[in-house]
């Protein structure tokens, strides 16, 4: 009775945002007031977070899943919402399903740099580096998040192309230019790139 109750809730406030979508369509109804819409959608969505706290918390993962689901369509560019579910599947051991929701969110958002990300760190985690480069390559000049950057340099020493993991790199600290982590990965890769010495006579 309390699940249904849960979901009767969320119903409601998915009734009332369809509801006042309806009325762009209407003339003669007032605008759409966007506040109101904001606090119509963060009601709905701080129930659904609160609900998926709960049942997380009681093991119920299926469930969540399932509201996580609703969440990634309801905001189809919410990084947050997408990461959440993937790790959740990949924890459950469904990796073909995350997969799957970390392509739809990569093809639903084209022009998000960031979007590719999660796609790409799933293959780089399961050593299927050459699948990164075409991911995320193209949205460095857009600037994504630094992690983009790692990610894409660490794929490339994998492959041994090592001169396009040093200019990630050095793409990468000229926007964050006091990352030591990184500064450390360019030097490596660097010693890798120079020919071997001779040892002294």
Known sequence: MKHIKHWIAIGGCLGAINLTLAQT???????????????????????MVEQNDFWFKKGDFPRCIQL?????????????????????????QQFDEALAVYVRHRLRNPNDPEAPFYEADFYFKRKAY??????????????P????????????????LLQDSRRVWQQLLK??????????????????????SQPPN
């Open 130 to 143: 050459a699948k990164v480069p075409p991911l995320l390559e193209p949205t460095l000049a857009k600037k």
């Open 25 to 47: 369509s209407t003339t003669n109804l007032p605008a759409i007031n966007p506040q109101r819409m904001d606090r119509v959608w963060n009601a709905m969505n701080n129930r």
């Open 175 to 196: 926007i964050t230019p006091n990352d030591p982590a990184a500064k450390l990965n360019l030097q490596r890769v660097v010693r890798k790139l120079q020919p071997n």
């Open 68 to 92: 996580m689901r609703i969440q990634a369509e309801l905001a189809p560019g919410d990084h947050e919402t997408v990461s959440n579910l993937g790790w959740l599947l990949e924890s459950t």
């Open 145 to 160: 998040h630094p992690n983009s950057f790692r990610t894409l340099a660490h794929a490339y020493e994998k492959l041994g």
